[in-house]
């Protein structure tokens, strides 16, 4: 799946207001997807 710059930041937006912190949201994405989209979505919250 490959999100434009957009989308991937309005899924970021939802991901953090969704989750109160960072354990929670990381139990989410290693229980429902892929390993590989945690370190993209981890990698992007960090570069910004």
């Known amino acids: 799946m490959s999100l434009s710059g957009q989308q991937c930041k309005q899924l ?3 991901l ?3 989750f109160t912190n960072t354990s ?3 139990q989410m994405l290693e ?3 892929n390993n590989d989209f945690l ?3 981890l990698a992007a ?3 910004e």
């Open 12 to 14: 970021q937006v939802a």
């Open 16 to 18: 953090i207001g969704t």
């Open 24 to 26: 929670s949201l990381e």
């Open 31 to 33: 229980a429902e997807m």
């Open 39 to 41: 370190m993209k979505i």
């Open 45 to 47: 919250s960090v570069a």
